[in-house]
């Protein structure tokens, strides 16, 4: 289905780490793309300022751009004690930027969710999407993108909307602000001698620029086999075909 040269894209949280590497890829294949953040930190494409909590301001910037795709990559930074703030923004957030794509007719809505959804501390080796949410979450960030994630697939055929979540491990690359920064504040404070269990823990990293194109490709093929919940193996045919 050849629709994406018709498409407008918006990327929401687009100032960001991941999101502006997503509009810089957007970009450089020639797409229609504009930002809704919080912050501006880049002049290049047209910016609406505004919060996703506030679904009118959502609405303005989708009228105002005549979005067609939204690519949601907002939320605030892991590891903040503020459940109340996770919740606002993530949830109820998330829920206002679904109800305004509703009401404005966009097509379609990639959500960045989190691989920290399904992890409560115990190891997780070898799964796909089908496993469930952990009963307890592991913190309020991960509760509150789980939340989302729900609201996002449920969405999901509904008034015209086609949807789907990704889940990212950790995201490295340029442009990243907490990771490194964290790591170099570990090293100034001389926390160098803690080691958590037997040395041998794994964690998933992915190039951030792997992780923009993965939210590129999920809008190009959301409407022709991905949607909501889908068979794993099926896209992995998709995409390498
Ligand atoms: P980031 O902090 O660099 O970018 C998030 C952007 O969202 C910022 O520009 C911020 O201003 C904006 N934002 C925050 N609250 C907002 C609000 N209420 N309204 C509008 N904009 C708002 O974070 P990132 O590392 O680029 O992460 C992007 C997404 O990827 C997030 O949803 C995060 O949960 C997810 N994720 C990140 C990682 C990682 O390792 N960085 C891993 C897994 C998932």
Same mark, same amino acid.
């Given at each position: 289905m050849a629709t994406r040269g018709r498409d407008s894209y918006i990327v929401i949280g687009g100032s960001g780490f991941l999101g502006r590497h997503i509009v810089e890829a957007l970009l450089a294949r020639g797409d229609v793309v504009s930002v809704f953040d919080i912050v501006q930190r880049y002049h290049d494409v047209p910016f609406y300022v505004g919060d996703i909590s506030e679904e009118d301001q959502v609405a303005s910037a989708l009228e105002k751009s005549s979005a067609t795709v939204i690519i949601h990559t907002a939320s605030p930074v892991a590891g903040i004690q503020d459940p109340a703030l996770y919740w606002k923004v993530n949830v109820d957030g998330t829920k206002a930027v679904i109800a305004a794509a509703q009401k404005k007719g966009v097509r $379609?809505? *990639?959500?960045?969710?989190?691989?920290? *959804?399904?992890?409560?501390?115990?190891?997780?080796?070898?799964?796909?999407?089908?496993?469930?949410?952990?009963? $307890?979450?592991?913190?309020?960030?991960?509760?509150s993108k789980a939340k989302a994630e729900e609201a996002v697939l449920a969405a999901n055929g509904q008034n015209g909307l086609l949807t789907v979540a990704l889940r990212p491990a950790g995201?490295?690359?340029?442009?990243?602000?907490? *990771?490194?920064?964290?790591?170099?504040? *570990?090293?100034?404070?001389n926390q160098l001698h803690f080691q958590i269990g037997d040395n041998n823990n794994l964690f998933d990293w992915t190039y951030v620029g792997n992780v923009a194109h993965a939210h590129l490709l999920a809008a190009d093929k959301l409407g022709e086999t991905l949607a909501g919940t889908f068979d794993i193996n099926k896209v992995k045919e998709d995409i390498t075909t």
């Open positions: $379609k809505l *990639v959500y960045t969710s989190s691989a920290g *959804v399904v992890f409560n501390g115990a190891d997780i080796i070898d799964v796909d999407e089908r496993i469930p949410f952990p009963e $307890k979450a592991m913190d309020a960030y991960n509760e995201i490295f690359g340029p442009g990243d602000r907490q *990771v490194m920064a964290g790591l170099c504040q *570990v090293y100034e404070r």
